[in-house]
């Protein structure tokens, strides 16, 4: 009787476990939506609101962290039961990095919104939509441990990238074409790469997801097409003749 009551006792707090994550998870949807939000808008105070409410997210993370502390301390627990704690620990970090992101596209939102328009900025949110979905499709599949859904989100990154490098090849062209755009373009660079990292970050719970399941990590080289590092583009130097 007294070992079924163990039992059913550490069953309960991995489920209390997978809701404080749940509970991030859903604060760090929010965030990052608002974030686009703001940005799309140009709504410094909606911007504001982000950072201010990240300190939630920390909050949480915290409580995470003191939960599986002692959870390993009282239940010493081995093979998939400490997969299961130590995954929730990593997820919980991972989502709070997420939210310190989408914090930071917000502060960038309040110079962005003082500057003439973009026309990058567009592509720059649709670059948000994917990472968003990424990230509303990974927690879900680490909440019900389905390791398709997380071999999906994780082969998106290729997509992200791809998108990630195009913006900014873009904006560098913009920035060349016109000194003027340069204040401008420099901010929406710094929010790609931040939404490019929240796309990493997902990518990074879905292998937790595989290792959860499975025992293992992803033996496959993760997809990756971010060539940014190794872009050039040329100045159009006009002719004489134009």
Do not use: W
Not at 89 to 103: H, N
């Amino acid at each position: 009787m007294g070992s079924e009551h163990t039992v059913k006792s550490f069953d309960e707090e991995l489920r209390r476990l997978d809701n404080m994550v749940a509970e991030m998870g859903g604060l760090a949807e929010v965030q990052l939506q608002s974030a686009l939000e703001a940005l799309i808008r140009r709504d410094i105070e909606k911007a504001a609101e982000i950072v201010a409410n990240d300190r939630r997210l920390d909050h949480l993370e915290a409580e995470v962290d003191q939960h599986t502390i002692a959870m390993l301390a009282r239940r010493q627990p081995m093979a998939k039961d400490l997969r299961e704690i130590v995954g929730a620990l990593k997820v919980a970090s991972m989502i709070e990095r997420i939210g310190d992101y989408a914090k930071n596209v917000a502060k960038r939102t309040g110079a962005i919104a003082e500057m003439p328009p973009v026309p990058s900025a567009q592509t720059v949110v649709r670059l948000g939509g994917l990472a968003q979905q990424m990230v509303k499709d990974v927690l879900d599949a680490y909440l019900s441990r389905d390791v398709e859904q997380a071999k999906s989100v994780r082969a998106r990154d290729r997509e992200l990238d791809a998108l990630y490098t195009s913006i900014f090849r873009e904006l560098l062209t913009y920035m060349m074409e016109d000194p003027r755009n340069i204040s401008a373009c420099t901010h929406l660079l710094f929010v790609a790469k931040h939404i490019e990292r929240i796309g990493d970050h997902a990518t990074n719970i879905a292998e937790i997801v595989h290792f959860l399941v499975t025992g293992e990590m992803p033996l496959d080289d993760r997809p990756r097409q971010d060539e940014s590092e190794m872009t050039i583009v040329t100045a159009h130097v006009p002719s004489d003749e134009e």
